[in-house]
């Protein structure tokens, strides 16, 4: 293993030569592995040549006077953009209004997580428990008319945006299918330039765009291989933006061809829908981590869709973008045993799970839960206590007396850690009981090591409560897995 930073300048100068060969011969055996170009390769002058978009600038007056609907001006956007994704559905499936955003971690605490709800602008949809609900984030308004203004870019210009090789040009030249939109618009819906880092070819092409010769050189060894951890140190590392990219390099005036091509595309997030459509009709809540950290030069990053939510209100009346989508949780019957894992914003899912039966159990019978949930410190991060508690008392769901259980793991309060695998240890034969009953087992949380080591805390279990060996206990839960009675949804 390579561990010194010298190290690491031999390793990045033997793999690139090596990279640069392996892309090109791929690349020559066949271009269509590249849709976008071959631009994963260490891109050469002649790759260099033109952008892959062209942009055609409309007169205001030729610009058909139809007032698009929100939703169509997501869609016209998004549709256009060279970082749409081939299985996304450029148009939203609805809009959301934020109701209510409460602090749930306690002063004190070293996180900040969110319980946010919302209902539905206009058109409702319908979900399930367990399902996901992609956000199209905003970025900060000012960012984008600093970037606009640093491009020397027009904000009210109406554009459409096409690739070179099948320009959608009808016989007489026109534009024949897509409609032109604001050139602001199109910025603030499809191109990340406040938050996310671009990559070394970005770098490449700004080099040919400087006019000062220190600019220039000094992006052109960020685009060498002898640069690669400087620019990995300067740019990934720091989270530098785009827009901190640009103003670090005031000479350089790239094309908005260019920047169309290689900005990073804005992604929607995803997260774990936290409550139930029984005991929430028509509304949406959510768990949501806010993501900061400080960067080794002592910058602090916000993540973009986070600490966007945190910052709205509900007077604000904004109306966000979302699509709905089936996760990796499928919603569990209700005569399904469930053994429930959720440490942290991982409990989001199953917040929802419990409301739900909670609701179910007062027209008919329904099953046991057993629930782990974790987190740092009891005073200070135990998110939804007073629900998790109310159920577990008194016929609750997740009460002894319905069978049932909760069980907490509270991480940094003792001097040793407790996780959630620990608790699944001490509880190894309920839970084994719970398996025997032909129990699912759903894992939802950080995608760091906590799914692994669940699944290697079951896997004590089914060993020690069978006095199996821990490979065959393994395959069991594989086994589990295959059967749809073992579910994951991770992320980081
Ligand atoms: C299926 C699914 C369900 C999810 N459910 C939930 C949920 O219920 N609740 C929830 O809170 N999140 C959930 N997430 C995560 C969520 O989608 C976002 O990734 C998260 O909110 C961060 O987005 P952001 O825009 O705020 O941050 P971004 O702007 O996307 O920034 C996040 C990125 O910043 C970097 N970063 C973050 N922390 C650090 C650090 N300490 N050091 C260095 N770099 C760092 C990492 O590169 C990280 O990927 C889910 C994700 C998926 C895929
Ligand atoms: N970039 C990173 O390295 C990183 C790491 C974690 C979280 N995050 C951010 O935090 C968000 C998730 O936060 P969260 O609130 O859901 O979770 P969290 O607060 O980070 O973790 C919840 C609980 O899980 C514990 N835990 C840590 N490792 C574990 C393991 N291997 N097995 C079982 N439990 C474990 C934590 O303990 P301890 O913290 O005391 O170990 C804590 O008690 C993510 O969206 C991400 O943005 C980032």
């Known amino acids: 293993m390579i561990n010194t930073h010298q190290g690491m300048i031999r390793y990045e100068g033997t793999l690139d030569p090596w990279m640069l060969s392996f892309w090109s011969t791929l690349y020559q055996i066949n271009p269509e592995y590249f849709p976008n170009g071959p631009d994963v390769m260490i891109p ?5 040549d033109q952008p892959k978009y062209r942009i055609l600038y409309h007169t205001q007056e030729k610009v058909e006077p139809k007032l698009l609907a929100e939703s169509d001006i997501i869609q016209k956007a998004r549709g256009m953009s060279p970082g749409k994704l081939s299985k996304e559905k450029s148009e939203p499936d609805c809009f959301l209004k934020m109701t209510r955003n409460e602090v749930l971690t306690k002063a004190g605490s070293t996180k900040d997580v969110r319980h946010f ?13 367990g399902d996901v609900v992609e ?26 945006v096409c690739p070179r090789e099948t320009e959608n040009m009808g016989s007489r030249g026109e534009v024949t299918t897509q409609f032109p939109i604001k050139l602001k618009t199109f910025v603030e819906l499809t191109m990340d330039v406040t938050s996310a880092s671009p990559r070394r070819y970005f770098f490449e092409v700004m080099s040919l765009y400087a006019t000062a010769e220190h600019e220039k050189e000094r992006l052109q060894y960020f685009a060498s291989s002898e640069g690669r951890d400087d620019l990995y140190n300067y740019n990934q590392k720091e989270r530098r933006s785009v827009l901190e990219v640009l103003e670090d390099f005031p000479s350089v005036k790239i094309p908005f061809e260019w920047l169309v091509q290689l900005v990073p595309a804005l992604k929607p997030r995803a997260f774990s829908i936290s409550s139930s459509p029984l005991a929430h009709p028509a509304q949406v809540h959510l768990t949501v981590s806010i993501v900061s950290w400080i960067t080794p030069y002592k910058r602090t990053r916000k993540g973009l869709c986070s600490s966007w939510l945190a910052s709205l209100t509900p007077e604000q009346e904004i109306n966000i973008p979302v699509w709905f989508h089936k996760g990796s949780l499928p919603a569990p019957p ?13 409990c989001a899912p199953f917040r929802g799970f419990i409301a739900e039966r909670a609701i179910q159990a007062q027209s008919s019978p329904i099953a046991p839960v057993m629930f782990f949930f974790g987190c740092r410190n009891k005073d200070t991060d135990f998110l939804y206590s007073d629900f998790w508690e109310s159920h577990t008392r008194e016929g609750g769901m997740l009460s002894e007396e319905k069978g049932g259980g909760f069980y907490t793991a509270f991480s940094r309060d003792q001097p040793k850690k407790v996780y959630v695998q620990h608790k699944i240890r001490e509880m190894s034969k309920k839970v084994w009981d719970f398996l025997c009953d032909g129990a699912a087992v759903y894992v939802a949380g950080s995608s760091t090591k906590m799914p692994s080591d669940v699944m290697s805390a079951l896997e004590d279990v089914v060993s020690e409560e069978t006095g199996g060996s821990k490979e065959v206990a393994s395959r069991w839960l594989k086994a589990l897995e295959k059967a749809g009675r073992y579910n994951v949804e991770a992320w980081s």
């Open 117 to 129: 709800e919302f209902q539905f602008v206009s058109s409702t949809m319908e979900y399930e428990v």
């Open 334 to 346: 209700q005569s399904l045993p469930l053994i429930l894992v959720g440490p942290g914003t991982g």
């Open 135 to 160: 956000l199209l984030p905003s970025q900060n308004p000012s960012a984008i008319d600093a970037f606009i203004e640093r491009c020397d870019l027009d904000p009210e210009s109406f554009i459409t």
């Open 44 to 48: 050469r002058d002649e790759v260099i």
